[in-house]
């Protein structure tokens, strides 16, 4: 889950995640200088597409859906 781009992830998927974990498992970060998280220098779109694709391959998922709003749409379209 691919986050709005102010607030955080709890923000933007608090409530639908819940019931979607009832058939799913959920993976809803903060991307960097979101919600909690730190800024790093020259972010861009394909940079936040490429931490996701990143942390994925780390939790070894065999089929994934990916879904975003807003500024998580943008990434999930990278």
């Known amino acids: 889950m691919l986050r709005a781009a102010w607030g955080d992830a709890e923000m933007s998927w608090g409530g639908v995640w819940n019931e979607l974990a009832r058939l799913f498992t959920i993976s809803a970060l903060d991307l960097p200088g979101c919600g909690r998280s730190l800024a790093v220098p020259k972010s861009s779109l394909s940079y936040m ?7 994925l391959a780390t939790l070894a998922m065999e089929k994934i859906i990916v879904v ?4 998580g749409a943008a990434v999930a379209t990278q």
């Open 49 to 55: 597409a490429k931490l996701q694709i990143d942390l």
């Open 68 to 71: 975003g709003n807003s500024f």
